[in-house]
């Protein structure tokens, strides 16, 4: 695999609490990709980054919000979570336009 | 809504048959990428074939690509029992995002 991380791998959180998932990578690529995974929809793009502090909203950002400081790190926040963002989370970087993507292993969060 | 659809969105093949897998998407592109995915795990990169080239070929992959039709097709030829997966196709537009389709599921039968 490719340099990059999810933390944490599962989790299983309240309605109505914060959540924030981490994706590291180390292979300096300059955009990131953060995805969710359900039965049914294939993969949908959550939100974007093209550059530290550059984001842009993909297909359903809608309840989520993203920071980027650091070239490495890419955070996904659920502010106040619902039932309904219950999925698998995949991040994905990629290092110039018109080249592929490397995912992380994916996060598996559950909203009770 | 999704830039791409696959078809068939599930595919039963003998192993040693040849599997084909279509993709159809909805607005110009920069290229078309093809991933697979085994069960539980993270998405693989398998080709990407650019908006200006027609066919492309990797190992026992074929991937041809009409953007006149919007469409895009993956041929996985002497199937294994490892081709076993999910597969997806994702469009790469002039806007940065990558989009990726429902996926078709492969099963190979022994």
């Known amino acids: 695999d490719a340099g990059i991380t999810q933390s944490p791998r599962h989790k299983v959180t309240e309605t109505g609490t914060p959540v924030t998932l981490r994706c590291h990578q180390t292979e300096n690529h300059r955009y990131m990709y953060w995805y969710r995974q359900d039965p049914g929809h294939g993969l949908r793009l959550i939100h974007y980054s093209y550059g530290v502090k550059d984001t842009d909203k993909g297909e359903v950002s809608d309840g989520y919000s993203v920071s980027r400081s650091k070239t490495e790190d890419f955070l996904l926040t659920l502010e106040s979570a619902t039932s309904s963002q219950t999925s698998v989370y995949f991040c994905?970087?990629?290092?110039?336009?018109?080249?592929?993507?490397?995912f992380g292993p994916g996060t598996r969060l559950t909203v009770t | 809504s999704q830039q791409g659809e696959e078809d068939p969105q599930a595919l039963s093949i003998q192993e040693g048959e040849n599997a084909t897998m279509n993709c159809s998407y909805k607005t110009s592109i920069n290229n078309l990428q093809w991933y697979r995915q085994n069960s539980g795990r993270g998405l693989v990169h398998l080709i990407l074939i650019r908006s200006n080239e027609r066919e492309k070929h990797s190992g026992r992959l074929r991937v041809t690509l009409d953007t006149s039709k919007k469409s895009s097709s993956l041929l996985i030829t002497a199937s294994r029992a490892a081709d076993t997966a999910s597969y997806f196709c994702?469009?790469?537009?002039?806007?940065?995002?990558?989009?990726f389709g429902k996926g078709t599921r492969l099963h190979i039968l022994p």
């Open positions: 994702a469009t790469d537009a002039r806007d940065d995002k990558i989009i």
């Open positions: 994905a970087i990629r290092d110039r336009q018109d080249y592929e993507q490397y």
